[in-house]
């Protein structure tokens, strides 16, 4: 019995994104980018996911990890005769160095991952909105040495040049690894610990959880998966180190939010429900052909839907759409009854 | 090198101009914090879309400079456009959302924050409008030797009154009671008779109200009005008040004092070169801060913990 809630709870999550790998390799090429967006958002939410939805403490800075990963990758996977014209005043063992595809996902993921531990080692002591404020404050000096300082990187300007190696299979694989490594850790010791910590820290105290120790272990991992889902997402579309700061942070937080903070299900229907109803949005801004109806918004308005939408199931349902409960099969449920 | 850098910051931060614009910038977001600690109070909700109602009310005084309208009736319909907004948010967001965590509020107002700036960037574009009818304001004079802009002084008067009047409405009448009460223990007040509704409307107008005059402020120091405007001063205001301590509106407006005032003291000291590099500094200080006084730099004792 126990199996088997267990193998509803990791394959509820992972045939979903399994079906929306195959069916954006049934769409047409200009359709698949919705696709590939949406399966590096499960991604990124889930990392975000591992240390928000275990602990129960709110973070704002998971972004400057998903961006210390996109500028890992980035800097890392340019080639080397093109780093001069982008990047002139880097540092000579960063413009001597190009490493490949895999190589650089895992050096993004690993710069994540210590990162994380780095500002965790202080932070992970503070929680409520202390903590909050804290990690935002983290998230803007990110944004900011990454922004000016151009010894490591292109500052300002965008990441040209990074081979363009995340497609659809890369997306779809970096994801599974995403949410087995959520899984994994959410079914150990160390998450239960965490897990216990967040319902009842006094209690989970009384029984010897270690709570500073727990939440900096599970901000590491989250960190180093959102460094991962980072330097996919460089290796998909190149971008500027504006594109990964508040906009970012306030919808990753919203797909979470949304799905139900605190489940794996939950992150991974949030960011597969938000990103559809972007995609859909935005073909409709470019003008969309539905049932023989021609709708076509004013550019723009794809943001003020979304956000509205958000706010909408917030107040309608506030544990968010999974009611931040893992899948489960109702028959099993009703077995276990009788 | 060090040493000579080090005593011309020094002699810049004691410079009385930077010293009196960095007291205007403590001023305008301590006006700030008092809207958001008051909201956050009552209700226990922290209102990220607080600089949207800002940006909202810089917009109506740019439409109405657009149309070259009195000086009087822009401000009139800032301080409309304003309350009304607040009032809708309060009624549509916050009263639904009341006891839920404090996370899925927070992100509900990061939503409605969202909404805000989208519409204004549907409806006035990225590079926005410019409101100029109070520009003559920005003209400086001259007091003991350095130039202070005439809207520094009237922002620092303005902020004063307005925190007098804030403080006789919370002690000297019956709804500043409730409020004060409902502040303390929402739960017991309401029992006691508070009106939670009443309460919470009130605070919100108020809050509102403040938003209106940090627009007016706002508009005349930087006349272009765009979807992003006051984004800035709202993340340091956030920061502000949680470094200040939220438990009391006192320990939050001197939080949002003390931020603006730092941040606008090294932003007027720094050496060009340096100054690209002060949010920074700025975070990185609001982190030591919380690291050293996590419930706060100006609350007294230590929050309760429960302990086994």
């Known amino acids: ?338 | 090198m060090i040493a000579s850098g080090l005593t011309d910051f020094v002699g810049d931060a004691l410079d009385l101009q930077v010293q009196i614009d960095a007291i205007g910038l403590g001023a305008v977001i301590a006006l700030m914090a008092v809207g958001i600690g008051l909201v956050f109070g009552v209700m226990r909700l922290v209102n990220f879309a607080y600089g949207q109602l800002i940006m909202a009310g810089a917009f109506a005084l740019a439409y109405a400079s657009d149309r070259d309208w009195p000086v009087g009736v822009g401000i009139a319909l800032c301080f409309a456009v304003v309350l009304l907004l607040s009032l809708a948010m309060e009624r549509v967001v916050f009263r639904p959302l009341r006891g839920q965590s404090a996370a899925v509020m927070l992100i509900a107002t990061f939503a409605v924050a969202f909404l805000l700036q989208s519409i204004a960037l549907l409806w006035f574009g990225p590079l926005g409008k410019t409101a100029t009818s109070l520009v003559r304001l920005n003209r400086p004079v001259e007091i003991g030797g350095a130039d202070i802009r005439k809207i520094t002084i009237v922002t620092i008067v303005t902020a004063a009154i307005c925190l007098v009047l804030l403080v006789a409405l919370l002690n000297r009448t019956s709804i500043g009671l409730h409020m004060r009460a409902a502040a303390i223990d929402s739960q017991t007040a309401r029992l006691l008779g508070v009106r939670a509704n009443l309460v919470s409307t009130v605070s919100v107008l108020i809050a509102g109200a403040l938003a209106a005059v940090v627009a007016v402020m706002l508009t005349v120091q930087f006349p272009t009005v765009t979807p992003t405007f006051a984004l800035q001063e709202t993340i340091l205001v956030l920061a502000g008040v949680v470094v200040g301590g939220m438990t009391r509106l006192l320990s939050a407006t001197l939080g949002g004092f003390f931020i603006g005032y730092v941040s606008g003291l090294l932003g007027g000291a720094l050496p060009s070169a340096q100054s690209q590099y002060l949010p920074s500094l700025v975070f990185g200080l609001v982190i030591l801060v919380l690291l050293i006084r996590p419930d706060g730099l100006f609350t007294r004792g230590r929050g309760l913990v429960e302990r086994v």
Not at chain 1, 123 to 139: D, K, N, P
Not at chain 1, 180 to 193: D, K
């Open chain 1, 1 to 338: 019995m126990r199996t088997r809630r267990a193998a509803v709870e990791l394959l509820g999550p992972a045939l979903l994104v399994v079906a929306a790998g195959i069916v954006g390799a049934l769409v047409s090429q200009t359709n698949q980018i919705y696709f590939i967006t949406a399966l590096i958002s499960v991604a990124t939410v889930v990392a975000i996911y591992v240390f928000v939805g275990n602990s129960g403490v709110l973070s704002f800075g998971h972004i400057s990890f998903f961006a210390v990963g996109v500028w890992a990758a980035g800097v890392l996977s340019v080639p080397e005769a093109e780093k001069p014209a982008t990047m002139p005043y880097l540092f000579d063992f960063l413009s001597s160095t190009t490493v490949g595809n895999v190589p650089s996902l895992l050096i993004a993921a690993a710069v994540g991952g210590v990162f994380a531990f780095l500002v965790g080692l202080p932070l992970m002591r503070l929680s409520g909105l202390a903590a909050g404020i804290a990690t935002f404050a983290v998230l803007g000096i990110t944004n900011n040495i990454l922004r000016y300082y151009e010894k490591i990187g292109p500052g300002l300007n965008t990441f040209s040049s990074v081979p363009e190696t995340t497609d659809l299979v890369q997306a779809t694989v970096g994801a599974m690894l995403v949410i087995f490594a959520a899984f994994a850790y959410q079914r150990s010791r160390l998450g239960r610990q965490l897990r216990a910590a967040r319902e009842d820290p006094a209690a989970a105290r009384a029984v010897g959880v270690s709570i500073y120790r727990q939440r900096l272990m599970s901000f590491a991992l989250s960190g180093f998966l959102a460094g991962f889902a980072g330097g996919l997402y460089i290796h998909f579309i190149p971008i500027n180190i504006d594109a990964v700061y508040l906009d970012l942070t306030f919808i990753t937080l919203a797909m979470l939010v949304i799905g139900g903070t605190t489940s794996l299900w939950g992150a991974v229907v949030g960011a597969l429900f938000v990103s559809g109803l972007d995609s859909v949005l935005a073909e409709m801004e470019d003008g969309m052909t539905l049932l023989g109806r021609t709708i076509d918004l004013p550019s723009g308005s794809r943001i003020v839907v979304v956000s509205a939408v958000m706010a909408l199931v917030l107040i309608v349902r506030p544990s968010g759409l999974t009611g931040g409960r893992e899948l489960s099969l109702p028959k099993l449920r009703t077995a276990v009854a009788k």
